[in-house]
Antibody, heavy 117, light 109 residues
Framework: QVQVVESGGGVVQPGGSVRLSCAASGFSFTSYGFHWVRQAPGKGLEWVAFIRHDGSHTHDTDSVKGRFTFSRDNSKNMVYLQMNGLRVEDTAVYYC??????????WGKGTTVTVSS | QTVVTQEPSFSVSPGGTVTLTCGLTSGSVSTTHYPSWYQQTPGQAPRTLIYSTNTRSSGVPDRFSGSILGNKAALTITGAQADDESAYYCVLYMGATWVFGGGTTLTVL
């Protein structure tokens, strides 16, 4: 079945880095883009970024510009979120989401990133 | 900066009908924003309910429907059930970016 599974979360110090991975299966990976969505503890959902099916373009929200980068490996059916210069306010559950037609289609269960000293 | 607005909370009686809305602090919501709706219960990942204004995602009961009402997108739940008690989020496509509303917590009582 269609599935996306995130991994790579953990505890990191402010200013540190972490790379999240998203493994996708059950569909034609190279035909779809992916969103990253995050949710801070007790808060609502926040769209973070989108990477196109071929990785040619990415779009991201202002709060992560210059700190987060987004990539994919179409040979491995993997999507990545490289997070640098982490701040306490980046603490959140990060969801990888397969794209639909201008919407978020299939959600992973999320991986938690905690930024704390 | 344009913000997507939702009612913070709403309540509905079992079997009742409720309409949640999704607006913009500046301007009107239209089909070109491709409004979509997501349901989330505590501790769980969101679930996609509605996309492209009014198309139900696979497996979503037909008691959930989407529309444009005036200058807002709307999610209507007809015949609310206890397990509809959740947070509901709308998302609007803003041209290369997507913006979530703050979410509506729906209580069924």
């Amino acid at each position: 079945q269609v599935q996306v599974v995130e991994s790579g979360g953990g505890v990191v110090q402010p200013g540190g880095s972490v790379r999240l991975s998203c493994a996708a299966s059950g569909f034609s990976f190279t035909s779809y883009g992916f969103h990253w969505v995050r949710q801070a503890p007790g808060k609502g959902l926040e769209w973070v970024a989108f990477i196109r099916h071929d990785g040619s373009h990415t779009h991201d929200t202002d709060s992560v510009k210059g700190r987060f980068t987004f990539s994919r490996d179409n040979s491995k059916n993997m999507v990545y979120l490289q997070m640098n210069g982490l701040r306490v306010e980046d603490t959140a559950v990060y969801y990888c989401v397969k794209e639909g037609f201008y919407y978020m289609d299939v959600w992973g269960k999320g991986t938690t990133v905690t930024v704390s000293s | 900066q344009t913000v997507v607005t939702q009612e913070p909370s709403f309540s509905v009686s079992p079997g009742g009908t409720v309409t949640l809305t999704c607006g913009l602090t500046s301007g009107s919501v239209s089909t070109t924003h491709y409004p979509s709706w997501y349901q989330q219960t505590p501790g769980q990942a969101p679930r996609t309910l509605i996309y492209s204004t009014n198309t139900r995602s696979s497996g979503v009961p037909d008691r959930f429907s989407g529309s444009i009402l005036g200058n807002k997108a709307a999610l209507t739940i007809t015949g609310a059930q206890a397990d509809d008690e959740s947070a509901y989020y709308c998302v609007l496509y803003m041209g290369a970016t997507w913006v979530f509303g703050g979410g509506t917590t729906l209580t069924v009582l």
